[in-house]
Nanobody
């Protein structure tokens, strides 16, 4: 079982910034798309942003212009820079990674989640 390790969540005031990181184990050397999702209390998990191995990005409309997703392929790590945070960004943020395998096709693995709270 592959476990992605997240870090960087916390409490921040409205208008503030946070940077999330998510790393795959060093043994994983080939990762296709990576992404960030979030789940607020009582709501469905929703896409925040994704990035392909080649660097193409996609964002939810609610975060465009405020959040930036990036990745370091050599480190197997994906980042989410969050600026101009709003209370409605409060959620547990999860990263995921699409990892191709020979025997079972492409598998999707998730991080454990990190809490982001935007409040004054």
């Amino acid at each position: 079982q592959v476990q992605l390790v997240e870090s960087g969540g916390g409490l921040v005031q409205p208008g503030g910034s946070l940077r999330l990181s998510c790393a795959a184990p060093p043994s994983i050397t080939n990762i296709n798309a990576m992404g960030w999702y979030r789940q607020a209390p009582g709501k469905q998990r929703e896409l925040v942003a994704t990035i392909t191995k080649g660097g193409w990005t996609n964002y939810a409309d609610s975060v465009k212009g405020r959040f930036t997703i990036s990745r370091d392929n050599a480190k197997g790590t994906v980042y989410l820079q969050m600026n101009s945070l709003k209370p409605e960004d409060t959620a547990v943020y999860y990263c995921n990674a699409e990892i191709p395998t020979i025997l079972t096709g492409t598998l999707i693995y998730w991080g454990q989640g990190t809490q982001v709270t935007v409040s004054s």
